[in-house]
């Protein structure tokens, strides 16, 4: 089993940077990819940007190409989206996840997911 918990969310101005964290309460965090998602209300869930388990590869949904980066540091067990010249449209809860597949752009791939943070983007 593993716990993931997001922080890092708040509200902010369009233009303006954010840093996502998550942490996972598991040993074998180098062991899984991850990703990060996003829900807006009467929305699905959107695929924002995921990882392999060594970081070396990085997959991004169209929308946030370019300004959104997502990194990890397995000796910290913790995931980083950092999130630049944000838009009101970004605004949404995001909540990350984590898999034994190599790695995963739809939810259905991932097996642990955490509470999510709110991130509000006005004009």
């Known amino acids: 089993q593993v716990q993931l918990v997001e922080s890092g969310g708040g509200l902010v101005q369009a233009g303006d940077s954010v840093r996502l964290s998550c942490v996972a309460s598991?040993?074998?965090?180098?062991?899984?990819?991850m990703g990060w998602f996003r829900q807006s209300p009467g929305r699905e869930r959107e695929f924002v940007a995921g990882?392999?388990?060594?970081?070396?590869?990085?997959l991004y949904g169209d929308s946030v190409k370019g300004r959104f980066t997502i990194s990890r540091d397995n000796a910290k067990n913790t995931l980083y989206l950092q999130m630049n010249s944000l838009k009101p449209e970004d605004t949404a809860v995001y909540s990350c996840?984590?898999?034994?597949?190599?790695?995963?752009?739809?939810?259905?791939?991932?097996?642990?997911w955490g509470q999510g943070t709110q991130v509000t983007v006005f004009s």
């Open positions: 598991t040993r074998t965090f180098s062991e899984y990819a």
């Open positions: 990882t392999t388990a060594t970081g070396k590869t990085e």
């Open positions: 996840a984590a898999t034994l597949e190599l790695y995963g752009t739809k939810e259905s791939e991932y097996d642990y």
